[in-house]
């Protein structure tokens, strides 16, 4: 499979990464020469094999039900939370008006 | 006096013990070093003030008579991957610039806890993405190797290239670095110095930004096989906060190293014969093989027939995780924000991403986002996760002859800096022999075996079962003992 350039500006928008004509331009043969490399992993035979997440067997854990069981990652937390925000405004993250 | 930046963790540590010298004494000759070596631009950031401090409270607690840690005196860099408390954190990039934590990264904490301080931020490629230090917003990384007779800057691996620097020039006794691909062992090898990649899991990656999660593990870089075991004892444990972390005691590595291999079986995995290997890289491998010999071992061959599918396989399931983690980078929360006049919220993500990353960033979200596609997730994605399992079982099944496998780190020595841009594929198949024990969560090291007829080191690579850091560390001290590698490069900076 191979990309266009549509195809790579529709990827950019999917990943919010705006790109002008000239960057589009340069990434297909970039992503193209990548995507045929990748493309070799069609010739292993997979047949019965689980796909691989987790290398190391592990269970998932459960935290203790109480609140603030790790100070840390609990909550009260508001002024470091917000403390490397661009725009912090009454408590809150500010954005740009999102409803008209 | 002796020149104190000369000195491993395990001799400042135990000199500082002992009262030969003390740990503000260390300190400042260190952070004079730093200070002296700006043309490396192994550092993004400098923290004398930070290494100062944790001296002074090394050596008052000896005064005291209290109890000294695991790294007491022994001023480190820091890979700028570890988020510091009230330290700009910025993965190399530009997004993040200026970016201050609020809180520590596990890693980090520990090593601060066990009694190290911190010289400084070091350089990486950005988000630890690269295997040359070239992807940096704050500029290229330069190895303190150069090829004999020449000036030309040498890349110094990456994306731990600003550790490996660091380490290799003197400039710091250790560093921390992780490993995503690579990262830790590719640059240990190009500077002559060692690295292990612990078994994934064993070092929280809690406060590490977040590359490819399935993958990253952070570990210790150092001029050692003792120091880097010294090292890896502080930083690894169990972390509530990881949903990964091994919930398994951290052995003792450093009181049981041991370089006496008898009984033990050294597996040569023969699909790492590559073409475009160096003859010099295959000659250190016959050489390993003969030292590992003569520590006792037995010497096999082993197969890992899916090797040359490991490389390919990864630069799906990486990109593919990081576009997910590089998700987050928005400029709401933290960092950057790019915001054109009269723009909405979606124009101000994009305009933010389009800012605030860098090419190789943003080709490998790109790849990421569109592996992930609907369409194409299982022609790529599970295809990939599939393939994962088979380089797995094909260690599993190598283990089952052998304890420990000893193969090159890469397939050539360091390269000229800016020399290897033109495709990025050509830069990915530096990290061929590494990317496989990534994609198996194992534990791999990086040692330095030798120099080749240009004046630059080259290492052995050795990968060990799950959990057995201890024989990967024993391995590599018999290759150590037997390398009597003391080459050091000529100061220039």
């Given amino acids: ?100 | 006096m002796t020149d104190l930046t000369q000195l491993g963790v395990k001799d400042i540590r135990d000199g500082v013990a002992k009262g030969d010298f003390t740990a503000r004494e260390v300190a400042e000759s260190f952070n004079a070093a730093v200070a002296q070596a700006a043309a490396l631009n192994a550092f993004i950031v400098t923290t004398p003030d930070h290494a100062l401090a944790a001296a002074d409270k090394v050596d008052a607690a000896r005064a005291s008579g209290e109890p000294l840690g695991k790294m007491a005196g022994v001023p480190i860099g820091m890979k700028d991957l570890f988020a510091t408390h009230g330290v700009q954190t910025t993965a190399a990039s530009h997004i993040l610039e200026g970016f201050t934590p609020r809180y520590e990264s596990t890693v980090s904490q520990k090593l601060w806890d066990a009694g190290a301080g911190m010289l400084g931020k070091l350089n990486l490629d950005q988000f630890a993405m690269g295997s040359s230090n070239e992807t940096s917003y704050f500029g290229n990384v330069s190895s303190p190797w150069r090829k004999a007779g020449s000036n030309q800057p040498m890349s110094p691996g990456g994306s731990s290239g600003g550790s490996s620097s660091a380490v290799a020039a003197r400039i710091a006794p250790a560093a921390t670095g992780t490993d995503t691909g690579g990262s830790i062992r590719q640059p240990a090898a190009f500077t002559g110095i060692c690295g292990i990649k612990p078994t994934y899991g064993r070092c929280s990656r809690w406060g590490i930004v977040a590359f490819a999660s399935s993958l990253d593990q952070a570990g210790p870089m150092a001029r050692s096989v003792e120091d880097c075991a010294i090292m890896l004892g502080a930083m690894a444990g169990f972390d509530p906060k990881d949903s990964t972390s091994l919930q398994m005691d951290v052995p003792d590595w450093e009181a049981a190293l041991n370089s006496d291999l008898r009984g033990k079986k050294v597996g040569i995995p023969r699909e790492y014969r590559m073409e475009g290997t160096d003859q010099a890289i295959l000659d250190s491998w016959e050489q390993g093989k003969a030292w590992l010999k003569d520590a006792g071992a037995e010497i096999v061959d082993v197969s890992l027939p899916h090797t040359k599918y490991a490389l390919p396989a990864y630069y799906i399931v990486a990109p593919a995780e990081a576009s997910s983690n590089l998700a987050r980078y928005d400029g709401v929360r933290y960092g950057l924000r790019d915001l054109p006049d009269g723009v909405g919220l979606q124009d101000m993500y994009a305009a933010t991403r389009a800012a605030g990353f860098g090419d190789e960033v943003k080709r490998r979200i790109l790849i990421g986002t569109y592996v992930l596609s609907a369409g194409f997730y299982d022609a790529y994605y599970t295809q990939a996760q599939k393939v994962r399992a088979l380089v797995a079982r094909d260690f599993e099944r190598a283990f089952a002859e052998c304890d420990v496998i000893l193969a090159p780190t890469t397939p050539t020595a360091s390269f000229p800096l800016g020399s290897m841009n033109e495709d990025p594929l050509t830069m990915y198949l530096n990290d061929v022999f590494a990317v496989p024990a990534s994609l198996a969560g194992l534990p791999a090291m990086s040692v330095p075996a030798t120099i080749n007829a240009d004046g630059l080191p080259l290492g052995l690579q050795l990968v060990g079962r799950p959990f057995d850091e201890q024989g990967v560390l024993n391995a590599g001290l018999a290759i150590q003992q037997r390398a009597g590698f003391t080459a050091k490069p000529e100061k220039w900076w």
């Avoid at chain 1, 010739?43 to 603030?68: C, F, K, Q, S």
């Fill in chain 1, 1 to 100: 499979m191979s990309v266009d350039k549509a195809t790579v500006a529709k990827i950019a928008s999917l990943a919010r990464i705006r790109m002008d004509d000239a960057a589009l331009e340069r990434m297909v043969p970039e992503l193209n020469g990548i995507l045929q490399w990748v493309e070799q992993l069609g010739e292993v035979d997979v047949t019965g094999i689980e796909p691989m997440a987790a290398v190391i067997p592990n269970t998932l854990r459960l935290r203790d039900d109480v609140i603030d069981a790790d100070p840390l990652t609990g909550g009260g937390r508001q002024g470091d939370v917000l403390a490397n925000a661009p725009a912090a405004e009454h408590g809150f993250f500010g954005v740009p008006k999102v409803i008209e």
